[in-house]
């Protein structure tokens, strides 16, 4: 915040003895004047600057970057859940890298389509991603907590129908110190216009949601 210098309380006075004006001049400006108490000026400016310096262990980040989300899933899990795509990935252009990071997964193998994105979100501190996550959850109500996910899981399984066809969607969130992580996973059978049980998506969606967790910790520390 900006600080602003105090203002001015005295006013000068027009004394009737030019005597008494002159004289209060010789002694407090003039030759005659003592020296000025540097000490006080000194303990006061450096008094300013401690208070106006910014605190380096609250500027501090557990996270200072996304990882690269592509290499947060394991090749062998992305076969998996996502039968028939490229186990490379594609990641999201995004406008800045340092802050967000997306990779996602899709492929469709017979009659049966499997999405699979992976996201990772840098914030500033601790409490606003505690904040985010708060937020995302009440937005997808109806889930539950993921016991050992990062410092807060949470998972939630939606089933959508459009022109007779069924989708079922896994959304886990994770959040870890300062980054929060966002994983989605859906799936649906276009021969029998079914979609994959609430237990498949939810199982392989928290899978997915904690190997990007210990990517995040293994690499990304700051």
């Known amino acids: 915040m900006r600080s602003f210098p105090l203002p001015l309380a005295l006013t000068a006075r027009l004394s009737p003895v030019v005597v008494l ?9 003039g030759p005659m004047a003592a020296e ?18 910014p605190s380096t262990s609250a500027a ?5 970057g996304a990882p690269a989300p592509c290499d947060s899933i394991s090749s062998a899990t992305v076969k998996s859940l996502v039968p028939g795509a490229k186990t ?7 406008t800045d890298t340092e802050l967000r990071r997306t990779c ?3 492929a469709l193998k017979g009659y049966d389509y499997r999405w699979l994105d992976v996201s990772f979100e840098i914030t ?3 409490e606003a991603a505690q904040k985010s996550h708060k937020e995302r959850m009440e937005d997808k109500s109806g889930g539950g907590d993921v016991p050992g996910l990062g410092d807060a899981g949470y998972s939630v399984v939606n089933l959508t129908t459009e022109d007779n066809q069924e989708t079922r969607e896994g959304v886990v969130l994770a959040q870890v110190s300062n980054a929060l992580i966002v994983v989605t ?3 649906s059978d276009f021969e029998t216009k079914g979609a994959p049980s609430s237990d498949e998506i939810n199982k392989g969606a928290i899978k997915a949601a904690k ?12």
């Open 104 to 106: 996602s997964w899709n």
């Open 211 to 222: 190997e990007a967790v210990a990517a995040l910790e293994d690499g990304q520390k700051g």
């Open 185 to 187: 996973y859906n799936g």
């Open 36 to 53: 000025p108490d540097a000490a006080p000026q000194a303990q006061e400016k450096t008094e300013n600057k401690s208070a106006s310096a």
């Open 88 to 94: 490379a990935g594609k990641e999201i252009p995004s």
């Open 21 to 29: 004006a002159v004289a209060g001049w010789a002694l407090t400006s």
């Open 124 to 126: 500033d501190s601790d």
């Open 60 to 64: 501090s980040k557990t996270y200072a």
